[in-house]
């Protein structure tokens, strides 16, 4: 099963649609999360409706800022569980080699002001499975862990992101990488 997560920085933006069209057709996922939308449930609705023959699941935006969207290939079936205005949590089942599969899915984007980003972090540690049900966390954290994934700016200070290593420790979480560019600025 192929998923995609892109920070799109807003859909008003005229390129925004052919960026994520042209996603799609070179990925071919069957799930998608898409955020910082900046748009209202409506307007999620209607770009989606325009990608293709999709279910969804749309966070509006607050203001200029966040907005989430979540849309998937009919073959998937889809439970929100719970979402807010930085995650969707769901459970996903889907059809492999002729066998029911199912997973849990969180789907993040932590908000750009450290202050606040912080503060939901312990929120996901109530998502981590107590059975052997499988989970899995993607968007953008907006968030580092080392040294290395900085550039420029201020020295890493690892007191900063202390609560965010400990949520990563706490709901035992691995670090699967990414696929393109580290940052999107």
Do not use: A
């Amino acid at each position: 099963m192929s998923l995609l997560s892109w920070n799109c920085r807003g859909s008003g933006r005229p390129s925004m649609m052919e960026e994520l069209k042209k996603k799609i057709k070179d990925v071919r996922p069957m799930f998608m999360f898409v955020m910082e939308t900046k748009c209202s449930v409506n307007k999620g609705v209607s770009l989606i409706t325009r990608l293709g023959d999709f279910e969804s699941f749309v966070v509006p935006s607050q203001g200029l800022s966040g907005g989430l969207w979540i849309f998937w290939d009919r073959s998937v079936v889809v439970e929100v569980i719970m979402s807010e205005s930085w995650f969707i949590h769901c459970k996903l089942s889907v059809k492999v080699n002729g066998v029911n599969k199912c997973f849990l899915l969180s789907c993040v984007y932590g908000n750009s002001k450290s202050f606040i980003r912080r503060l939901p972090w312990p929120v996901l540690t109530m998502f981590k499975p107590t059975n052997d049900e499988s989970w899995l966390l993607m968007g953008d954290f907006n968030e580092i862990t080392c040294p290395e994934e900085k550039c420029g700016g201020k020295h890493f200070n690892y007191s900063k992101v202390r609560t965010f290593l400990d949520m990563i420790d706490d709901c035992e979480l691995l670090d699967l990488g990414f696929v393109g560019f580290g940052v999107c600025w």
